[in-house]
Each structure stands twice: as C-alpha cells, then as structure tokens.
C-alpha cells in the first residue's frame, strides 16, 4: 500500500501565502510523477501543478508565476509554495503521485486525502 500524506494548509488572507507539504510512504520502488490538484465547490477537479521524476513541471496557467511546485531530495515529499493568493484559489487541494510498488509494476495513481485551503478577501 501507498499512503500519501498532506499537510499546510488552512485560512489566509487575500495576497498572502501557504506552503503545502506532502510525504509518500508505504510499499515505494519507484515514484514518478508527483504534484497537487484541487478541487473548489462545484467544480471539477483540476491539475494545479507536477512534476516528473526528472524535474520537468507543468503548471496550470491561472498560477504561473505565483505557485511553486519543488520536490525533497528524498524524493518521496513535494511541496507546493503559493504566494499572492487570491480567493479563487479556495479549494480542497490533493497531492498526487504515480508510483511504481515493484520493478515489473506498472505506474499507478496514488492521491492523499485532501488540505483545504481558504481565502478570504
């Protein structure tokens, strides 16, 4: 089993910003993938930001420039810097990660339970 586990979230003000932690654990060969998506009320899930094993990221276009996406050098944790956040940035965000549990494995997709975070005006 893989569990990934999330942490930093909560209730900031308008231009302000939070750090989101998430740490894989469990039955690991090899993490590919990781990043946050977030889900606000009523609306789909989105990709927020990832980043390969390799270090390339992606990022959605309405946080460019405002979010960090980084990785631990463990590899197994990644981080998510908002900064300038604004209150359409209020949702639950997800860690997300596609993890191989043995060398003849295939990828699968792993996902944490969940930080909400709020922002207020």
């Known amino acids: 089993q893989v569990q990934l586990m999330e942490s930093g979230g909560g209730l900031v003000q308008a231009g302000g910003s939070l750090r989101l932690s998430c740490e894989a654990s469990g039955r690991i060969f090899r993490i590919n993938d990781m990043g946050w998506y977030r889900q606000a009320p009523g609306k789909q899930r989105e990709l927020v930001t990832t980043?390969?094993?390799?270090?390339?990221?992606t990022y959605t276009d309405s946080v460019k420039g405002r979010f960090a996406i980084t990785r631990g050098n463990a590899k197994n944790t990644v981080y998510l810097q908002m900064n300038t956040l604004k209150p359409e940035d209020t949702a639950v965000y997800y860690c997300h990660a596609k993890v191989q549990t043995g060398p003849l494995m295939s990828a699968r997709d792993h996902w944490g339970q969940g930080t909400q975070v709020t922002v207020s005006l």
């Open positions: 980043m390969t094993s390799g270090g390339t990221t």
